[in-house]
């Protein structure tokens, strides 16, 4: 999985309580994104990160903060986890921007109840 | 929001014959065209791309057909064995810019030996 480690892999919250994902690289890319994954849906991005501290929004990015303050650390938090944030979460790497193959971590799978 | 419409939702295909997923897509900026392929419990993994300044690419058993004009593109699997079992997912963009790939909804491909 092209050296992406995310943790945990599933999780099962409370409505309301907060939730960290973290995304770890070791191939020292400079971009990184976090998606969510839903039937029906695809793959839809919720934030991404250029380089340390540099991160914007995605297109579903409402309910969640990121943070990057290492290049290979990417977090993504739920401030107050909702039932709607149930999902599959995927943290991907590109080494630079322009076609380049975005490489795909495992996945964590959350459950809001 | 530009979408990216890809159809079947879900497929059946006998060993051996041939498996057909196609997209079509909206905005005409787009210009970066790839297919990712997941397996269950696994993140998606690109599987081939193309870019408009060709109607096909082959890769392997793995063809993408372009359609510029009618802003359409379509993977081809020949000879589909059991193990292309998969869910297959298209994407477009612009410029190749993974920030901005919409991802199609998802083709869930039953090889049956």
């Known amino acids: 999985d092209a050296g992406i480690t995310q943790s945990p892999r599933h999780k099962v919250t409370e409505t309301g309580t907060p939730v960290t994902l973290r995304c770890h690289q070791t191939?020292?890319?400079?971009?990184m994104y976090w998606y969510r994954q839903d039937p029906g849906h695809g793959l839809r991005l919720i934030h991404y990160?250029?380089?340390?501290?540099?991160?914007d929004k995605g297109e579903v990015s409402d309910g969640y903060s990121v943070s990057r303050s290492k290049t290979e650390d990417f977090l993504l938090t739920l401030e107050s986890a909702t039932s709607s944030q149930t999902s599959v979460y995927f943290c991907?790497?590109?080494?630079?921007?322009?076609?380049?193959?975005?490489?795909f971590g495992q996945g964590t799978r959350l459950t809001v109840v | 929001q530009q979408q990216v419409k890809q159809s079947p939702q879900s497929l059946i295909v006998q060993k051996g014959g041939i498996s057909i997923i196609n997209c079509a897509y909206e905005?005409?900026?787009?210009?970066?065209f790839p297919w990712y392929q997941q397996f269950p419990g696994k993140g998606p993994a690109l599987l081939i791309a193309?870019?408009?300044?060709?109607s096909e690419k082959k890769e392997g058993r793995f063809t993408i057909s372009f359609n510029k004009s009618a802003k359409q593109f379509s993977l081809h699997i020949m000879d589909s064995q059991p193990g292309d079992s998969a869910t297959y997912f298209c994407a477009a963009g612009p410029g190749g810019a993974t920030n901005k790939l919409i991802f199609g909804t998802g083709t869930l491909l039953a090889v049956q030996p």
């Open positions: 193309i870019r408009p300044d060709v």
């Open positions: 991907a790497i590109t080494q630079r921007e322009g076609g380049t193959e975005a490489f």
């Open positions: 905005n005409t900026a787009f210009d970066y």
């Open positions: 191939e020292n890319h400079r971009y």
């Open positions: 990160s250029y380089g340390v501290k540099d991160t």
